[in-house]
């Protein structure tokens, strides 16, 4: 192994993702790293990098083919810079929408919890039927 070239214990450590991960990513080819003549997974600077920019945007909430379309423009030198921003903006839109529905569950789970603070009745409303019309939360 050369000096450049790193097992896969020393890319888990530096890339911040357990190895198990890793061989994952590397089974979906979404990382493809060299192999050294014991047959032993071999990572670069590049592939660590790479790894370790998939660990960020996977915490971002960026799903695998997102992942592997901004590795691939990563990947493009000629890119434009606009493909990366199309995506990004796509992205904050949805979670936009997704703040927006855990607000509005907050909000319900909320008037739920005092529903049932106030209230001693054995049966309580399901979650699947409830509406405001049928309870009074405001009471």
Partial sequence: MSESAINISDAAIRSGLP????RYYEDIDLIVPERAA??????????????AFVRRLRTLGFSIKVCRLLLSLYENKDRSSADVKRLAEKHLIEIEQKLKEISEARYYLKRLIDYWQRNDRT????F????E???NLNK
């Fill in 19 to 22: 190895a198990k991960t890793i």
């Fill in 38 to 51: 014991n047959g032993y997974r071999t990572y670069s600077e590049t592939e660590i990098h790479k790894l």
């Fill in 123 to 126: 049966e309580c409303p399901s």
């Fill in 128 to 131: 699947n039927s409830f509406e």
């Fill in 133 to 135: 019309s049928k309870v």
